[in-house]
């Protein structure tokens, strides 16, 4: 694959799983002299990537038809599927590339979530990833993930919170079994010792607002109110982050913070936890083992299936709270 020039990576959504690519962007382009790098995502997750420089060119999925002739004229020598599903199939088709694809190992989590038969390989998503690179002599370079921020985009704090030593939130998940209840979140913001934002869209603002109604410790609603670049602007600035299975737990993964991530009807054995290739001590995970019922999906659900969200209301929060104020503590005497 010396003479590979070409290379189009496909992963259409969303914004944690693109994140997650980021290290097979970087290792293509370093590792293969003068090549071309394509990406073909779904137009909304365009600013994931649009700051990224190892990509040449976005390429935006907006329905099949309109993207098979794009492909069509582009004449790749390469196609990197990381999405490996119907669509990506109907694409590398199209194209005639040489392609290949990662394991996406569904059979071992339909077995996990419906049987609770632990077939999963121990291996994280984005090393598997990897093995979709393995034509093209791809190695890891263990440097983790990326996020790259126009300058237009990094957002600009007022007085508050003073000395950006703050705890940034994710208010919300793609899916409510992902969601830290909001008597949860009041516990946990009431009880810390270091100033709180909140971060999330304009769906999780309704949950925000009560929040801001505690007497402790008020924090700063930024819900709603920040594309997804300055969203990952007030990551990179915060001294440590606190969220669920999301995006926003992956983008911090790649500025490398302090991560405290609570696992609701998902598992960390999924292969998608806190990618911090060199600072694993960083990602604190915080899941209620042995539960009979979880997990429940490989994804999420709008409700919990069995009416009673144990996943998430049995987290031992006074222990979090702990950890964050001890964290907390010595980041302020040790800086």
């Keep these: 694959m010396a003479t590979t020039k070409k290379i ?3 992963r259409l959504s969303s914004i944690g799983d693109i994140v997650l690519t980021t290290p097979i962007v970087r290792c293509i382009k370093q590792q293969i002299p003068n090549c071309q790098i394509n990406y073909l995502v779904k137009e909304q997750y365009e600013s994931v990537l649009s700051a990224n420089p190892y990509i040449d060119n976005i390429l935006l999925f907006k329905n099949m038809e309109e993207t098979k002739k794009v492909i069509k004229k582009n004449n790749y020598d ?3 599927d990381l999405h490996n599903n119907f669509r990506s199939a109907q694409i590398k088709k199209v194209s005639k590339a040489k392609a290949n694809s990662f394991p996406k190992v569904n059979i071992e989590k339909w077995l996990m979530v419906n049987f609770k038969v632990n077939r999963l390989p121990k291996k994280h998503i984005v ?3 990897f093995e979709a690179t393995k034509a093209l ?3 890891n370079d263990s440097l983790g993930l990326d996020f790259f921020i126009h300058s237009k985009n990094q957002y600009e704090f007022g007085d508050k919170p003073k000395d950006k030593r703050y705890l940034a939130i994710a208010v919300g998940a793609g899916h409510f079994t992902k969601q830290i209840p909001i008597e949860n979140l009041q516990q946990i913001i009431n009880n810390v010792n270091i100033p709180i934002v909140l971060l999330g869209d304009e769906n999780d603002n309704k949950t925000a607002l009560k929040l801001l109604s505690l007497e402790n410790n008020v924090p700063l609603n930024l819900c709603g109110k920040l594309n997804i670049q300055q969203t990952a602007s007030v990551i990179q600035n915060a001294k440590a982050v606190l969220c669920g299975d999301t995006g926003i737990m992956h983008i911090a993964s790649a500025f490398h913070k302090k991560i405290f991530s609570i696992w609701g009807n998902t598992i960390p054995e999924f292969g998608m936890y806190p990618y911090l290739k ?7 995970i915080y899941e209620v083992k042995g539960l009979k019922c979880r997990p429940c999906s490989k994804i999420g659900y709008s409700k919990c299936p069995k009416n009673h969200f144990n996943c998430m209301k049995s987290i031992n929060y006074e222990k979090l709270i702990d950890d964050i104020n001890n964290y907390e503590q010595a980041f302020f005497f040790n800086g």
Excluded: C, G, M, T
């Design 137 to 139: 002599n791809i190695k």
């Design 8 to 10: 189009l990576i496909i």
């Design 127 to 129: 090393d598997r990833y």
């Design 78 to 80: 390469f196609i990197v």
């Design 278 to 284: 060199n600072n694993s001590e960083k990602a604190a």
